[in-house]
């Protein structure tokens, strides 16, 4: 059975950062890429970020490049976001996905597993 649990999430001043972590469990991690969505209320899901299964190529959408960071380490199965500068628009519950597509992919339908959410909530 496959778990994607998120972690890091939490109430922050605007300027301030966060970082979260996904851990992941019942999937050979190493062969996945993974990424970061995250739905604010009334507002569709958005990609954020997303990461090759090797770790070597890595995306954004244009709203936190620059002040986002997407890691991960195959050895502990976690995939991580680092978040800096961030913003009131970021405030949302962020999600991590995994996905048989080796390489980076924004689209959603192409992830097969999903978390349950972190809340972050960035004050102003």
């Known amino acids: 059975q496959v778990q994607l649990v998120e972690s890091g999430g939490g109430l922050v001043q605007a300027g301030g950062s966060l970082r979260l972590s996904c851990a992941a469990s019942g999937l050979t991690f190493s062969r996945y890429g993974m990424g970061w969505f995250r739905q604010a209320p009334g507002k569709e899901r958005e990609f954020v970020a997303t990461?090759?299964?090797?770790?070597?190529?890595?995306d954004y959408v244009d709203s936190v490049r620059g002040r986002f960071a997407i890691s991960r380490d195959n050895a502990k199965n976690t995939v991580y976001l680092q978040m800096t500068s961030l913003k009131p628009e970021d405030t949302a519950v962020y999600y991590c996905a995994a996905t048989r597509v080796l390489f980076t992919t924004p689209l959603a339908e192409q992830y097969n597993y999903w978390g349950q959410g972190t809340q972050v909530t960035v004050s102003s």
């Open positions: 990461i090759s299964s090797s770790g070597g190529y890595t």
